[in-house]
């Protein structure tokens, strides 16, 4: 019965390191069951050193305002190549 119990709860844990830390390698139906993990769409920080430049990182800078930046990961923001989409230069 303990070893059981063990079996179980070493599972448990495997499955439930899977889904925090590697969840776009889950299977296709457990993804849609399952709820997102909060590891698989972090936040990313917005802002600007000192010389001007944009830099997005995934720690907010300490010395300098930022802004915080979600990515939707349903959704894709580049255009998938031969789609149509990207502009033509025919001229």
């Known amino acids: 019965m303990k070893r059981t119990l063990l079996v179980v709860l070493a599972l448990a ?16 139906f457990a993804q849609r069951v399952v709820p997102r993990s909060p590891e698989s769409n972090p936040p990313l920080y917005k802002w600007r050193d000192a ?9 907010p800078p300490a010395d300098r305002p930022y802004e915080t930046v979600v990515v939707d990961p349903d959704v894709n923001v580049v255009p998938a190549y031969g789609s149509g989409e990207e502009e033509r230069d025919d001229d």
Request: overall charge negative; charged content about 10%.
């Open 51 to 59: 010389a001007g430049a944009w830099h997005v990182t995934d720690a």
């Open 13 to 28: 844990a495997a499955l439930f390191a899977w889904w925090r830390l590697a969840p776009d390698t889950l299977p296709g």
